[in-house]
Structures are given as structure tokens and as C-alpha cells.
């Protein structure tokens, strides 16, 4: 079946420094969004991007959706405390909401 | 505007009990998804609603069920508990649900015991 999945599992970073998580999905998606998950709360939308190629930045954020459509990453600058949470991706085959998760990147960011 | 508000937050049961939980999409919202969230499988999705009909439908066995009302008041219902049920149900609303992005209420933490 359809899975997204999504490396590093887990990432502790120094303030400062640079993060990195990656999607990759088994079929061509028809979009895929980004959601940041603070510990004990719930996902919140972060971006999404439709386009093959596409890039948008947010501040400290870049986010990327592969030329096949299959693959995507989010990477953030300098982090900070505030960047702490888990980071999903989710993928859609067709136009509508039925979302395919990552299982997700914890993110620690050390002071 | 209220957010997506999901009832009740946390919840206890035993094996082979019933168990309804509800959620009230942000107004104006018409699409209701449910997702499954448990620390091994992650977030999966269960089913979405639209206009009180069911659009789309995960891999999940008949004991998940659930419907919309026409205020766009969503309910869903797991039979027959088991111990593999416990993880957090998110709900999550959006306008039209072709496409955008999704808004998720706090969840219902589900025990089974």
C-alpha cells in the first residue's frame, strides 16, 4: 500500500545549528504538506506545496517538493528552542484530504 | 473563530466496550477527517465527511465507525474495544477538504484497559 516514509526518526541539535527532515513517498503524490506537532499538543498546518520543484521559504524554513513529486524536506536555519516538536510530512494521491503521514522527526534543540 | 473542538479529552475504557467520541469542526468548515495516533503506527488516517456523506475511508476494520451530522458535527464510534484501540484520536476540519490544509482539534486520548 501507499506509504510515506520520513528519516530521521529522531534529531538533537545544539542551538544554532542547521536540521534537516526528509519524505519520501512509493508513488507520485498530488501534494504534499508539512505539519509541527508540539510535545502533548496536536499537528499544526505548516505548509504545503503542489508543484514538482517547488520551494517556499517561512522565515527560517525551506521547504522542498521533488521534480518526480515523490520525495520532500524541510529544513530549517539556525534553529532555536522554539523550533522543539515533532515535524510530520503528509502526502495526497488525489485531490482530496485523505493524507498519507510520515511517522515523523522529533526535533530537540539543545540551549 | 473557535477551533476544532473535540470531546471528551481523555477517556478510559476495558476491552469489548463501545466508545463514541465527538468533534465540532471550526465553523463553516465542511469536510471532518479522523486520524488514529499512536506512537508505533504514527497518524493514520480512519475516514473523512463531507455534507454527512462519507468520501473517503482508511484501512481500518468495520468496529470503526462514524458519521456527520448536518451542522457538520462529526461522531465516531469503535466497537468491541481492544487493547491495540488506545492512542489519541485527532479530528480535523477543513472547508471544502479538496486539498487544503487541515485544521486539528486537541485530540481524545483513549485508554483501553
Known amino acids: 500500500g501507499q506509504q510515506v516514509m520520513q528519516i530521521p526518526q529522531y534529531q538533537h541539535v545544539q542551538e544554532g545549528e542547521d536540521f534537516t527532515t526528509y519524505c519520501n513517498s512509493s508513488?507520485?503524490?498530488?501534494?504534499i504538506q508539512w505539519y509541527k506537532q508540539r510535545p502533548g499538543g496536536h499537528p499544526v498546518f505548516l505548509i504545503q506545496?503542489?508543484?514538482?520543484?517547488e520551494v517556499k521559504k517561512q522565515k527560517r524554513l525551506t521547504f522542498q517538493f521533488g521534480e518526480a513529486k515523490k520525495n520532500s524536506s524541510l529544513h530549517i536555519t539556525a534553529t532555536q528552542t522554539t523550533d522543539v516538536g515533532t515535524y510530520f510530512c503528509?502526502?495526497?494521491?488525489?485531490?482530496?484530504?485523505?493524507?498519507?503521514f510520515g511517522s515523523g522527526t522529533k526535533l530537540n534543540v539543545k540551549p | 473563530k473557535a477551533g476544532v473542538t473535540q470531546t471528551p479529552r481523555y477517556l478510559i475504557k476495558t476491552r469489548g466496550q463501545q466508545v463514541t467520541l465527538s468533534c465540532s469542526p471550526i465553523?463553516?468548515?465542511?469536510?471532518v477527517s479522523w486520524y488514529q495516533q499512536t506512537p508505533g503506527q504514527g497518524l493514520q488516517f480512519l475516514f473523512e465527511?463531507?455534507?454527512?456523506?462519507?468520501?473517503n475511508k482508511g484501512n481500518f476494520p468495520g468496529r470503526f465507525s462514524g458519521r456527520q451530522f448536518s451542522n457538520s458535527r462529526s461522531e465516531m464510534n469503535v466497537s468491541t474495544l481492544e487493547l491495540g484501540d488506545s492512542a489519541l484520536y485527532l479530528c480535523?476540519?477543513?472547508?471544502?477538504?479538496?486539498?487544503?490544509?487541515?485544521?486539528f482539534g486537541s485530540g481524545t486520548q483513549l485508554s483501553v484497559l
Open positions: 480535523a476540519s477543513s472547508l471544502t477538504g479538496e486539498n487544503e490544509k487541515l485544521f
Open positions: 508513488t507520485t503524490l498530488s501534494n
Open positions: 506545496l503542489v508543484k514538482s520543484g
Open positions: 503528509a502526502g495526497s494521491l488525489y485531490n482530496f484530504n485523505k493524507f498519507y
Open positions: 465553523s463553516g468548515h465542511r469536510s
Open positions: 465527511y463531507f455534507s454527512e456523506t462519507q468520501r
